[in-house]
């Protein structure tokens, strides 16, 4: 297997610079052991004007056999020799993809300790793959590289014999992509696709490959418009994965296409403005309600979950007395937002050991999450469909379980009050449903009772007489100190296991 990676420079940023991106010296050959061969990294060319690396992959067909990796499909007649024949050597491949994340990991990841200013530059690319098998042709691999930037993507079938024309071409192509491109996001983009125009894996898929797609995927895959088939044939066509996933990824995309917090309908106010005009803004009632809660209840050790921006943990890291404070999201994006928003990179050792940020799901069981006196799910549950709000719940009711919880949500019966809302509709688009006092306390009652806990409701906002408070807040608290067993009283096909989705 072999692929090359280009680029042009000038005096100012001579190519050369890819030498410090790919954290390889342009003047050495190097060669990496991996679990099926050997991977070497050298540069045919190195000047200011114009530099290549190479990456050449030497499978071992042998490892590969005892590994049970160069089988052929499915019950194949012939399978047997399939182990020993295959295209595995000089195809790239998922093997192409994991030797990328091996040696070039740095860059894989946006890391340059040397040069860190060049991971953030946009430069032109040319990468070039002799060998590439596509599982739905030239046209698929259009489908799949046109979206993402590159001005060029050359797909050229490969005949199945060249001496023998008439018998059409192979489902291989060689493949030249040219671009300008930061050199993570095409990495990460290869790292995604190679597997999924081969339509194979060598390894077996488990349930941390969606961490993966989703880390590789940040930034682009959320917004393709073949991100379904993507997620499918990367994850082997794992029907559960792949629904993870994909839910997973419309949250992604939702975060992007706000291009912030998905801030609501009630928090339109500016929170930067301090004139007497304006009144104080609903997000920032609700954040001083919660952490009036997580102080009468006595917490240190704080979950914000669904934790967005940062704009609660901020707050949280304000008050000594909260000695952890933990943000969780599924938003890569919305993380990183949160980390520089609170400047994590500059904090003090002291400060920086008081808070740390999780990529999550909250569908899922996760024992990163136990032993916390209190969790926060602020704004949260109304951006679920329905049939995820059992998963959600066993989640941090029945697996984290801390001490206290507070859940807050919109009261659906003030919306009247708000002029620019049709009747009808939600305060935000991303809303699932949201909720009168009534429902919210049903809800809030049936948990409590299912997972040993009292809930008391607090209004956030002026009240009104007649309809209610802009936002409601549930305090749930665990009764005693000794978990109760809640597995009689939860649907067992509903309750997720560590690791799987409700």
């Not at 290869?190 to 597997?195: A, D």
């Not at 469909?385 to 001490?403: C, I, M, Q, S």
């Not at 007489?465 to 009283?489: I, L, Y």
Request: aromatic fraction near 6%.
């Amino acid at each position: 297997m072999f692929l090359t990676i280009s680029t042009t420079g000038t005096p100012e940023r001579p190519a050369t610079d890819l030498g410090f991106l790919l954290h390889k010296h342009p003047g050495k050959a190097q060669a990496f052991s991996t679990s099926h061969g050997t991977a070497h990294v050298f540069y045919p060319e190195a000047a200011p004007e114009r530099c290549t690396a190479a990456l050449l992959l030497e499978v071992d067909p042998v490892a590969l056999v005892r590994r049970g990796q160069g089988k052929g499909r499915g019950g194949a007649p012939d399978a047997a020799l399939a182990q020993y024949v295959n295209d595995r050597p000089y195809a790239a491949s998922s093997l192409l993809a994991v030797a990328l994340r091996a040696v070039f990991g740095s860059a894989l990841n946006g890391r340059c300790a040397a040069r860190p200013e060049l991971v953030g530059q946009v430069r032109p690319l040319r990468i070039e793959i002799p060998v590439l098998p596509a599982r739905g042709g030239a046209e698929l691999v259009h489908r799949l590289f046109d979206p993402l930037g590159w001005y060029l993507v050359r797909p050229e079938p490969l005949p199945l014999d060249e001496q023998f024309p008439e018998w059409g071409a192979s489902r291989y192509v060689r493949l030249v992509l040219e671009g300008e491109l930061r050199l993570t996001d095409a990495l990460r983009q290869l790292y995604v696709l190679l597997p999924v125009l081969d339509d194979a894996k060598h390894y077996w898929v488990a349930p941390d490959e969606v961490d993966k797609l989703l880390r590789a995927g940040d930034g682009w895959l959320a917004g393709h418009p073949e991100n379904g088939l993507i997620t499918s044939r990367y994850l082997a066509r794992h029907k559960r994965l792949t629904r993870d996933a994909l839910e997973r990824l419309e949250l992604a995309r939702l975060a992007e296409a706000d291009g912030s917090e998905a801030e609501d309908l009630d928090n339109a106010v500016d929170e930067d403005t301090d004139t007497a005009e304006r009144p104080l803004p609903l997000a920032v009632r609700r954040r001083e309600a919660i952490v009036a809660a997580l102080r009468a209840a006595g917490a240190a050790r704080v979950l914000d979950l669904g934790c967005g921006q940062g704009q609660l943990v901020q707050e949280l890291l304000r008050d000594v007395s909260f000695t952890e404070i933990t943000g969780v999201d599924v938003s890569v994006r919305a993380l990183g937002t949160a980390a520089r928003r609170l400047r994590l990179e500059r904090m003090g050792e002291k400060q920086s050991g008081r808070v740390r940020l999780l990529q999550g799901s909250l569908a899922y069981t996760d024992k990163r999450l136990a032993g916390y006196d209190a969790a926060v799910l602020s704004e949260v549950v109304e951006h679920l469909d329905p049939p995820r709000l059992p998963a959600l719940e066993y989640a941090v009711f029945g697996a984290a379980r801390p001490r206290t919880v507070l859940v807050t949500t919109p009261n659906a019966e003030y919306n009247v009050r708000w002029e620019t809302l049709p009747a009808g509709r939600f305060r935000h688009a991303d809303h699932r449903f949201e909720w009168t006092r009534a429902e919210f306390r049903d809800w809030a009652g049936a948990v409590a009772g299912r997972h040993g806990y009292t809930v008391e409701f607090t209004p956030v906002g002026e009240d009104d007489p007649e309809v209610g408070p802009p936002t409601q807040m549930a305090v749930f608290t665990r009764d005693g100190e000794t978990d109760t067993d809640t597995t009689d009283t939860t649907d067992t096909t509903d309750t997720p296991k560590e690791g799987e989705a409700a």
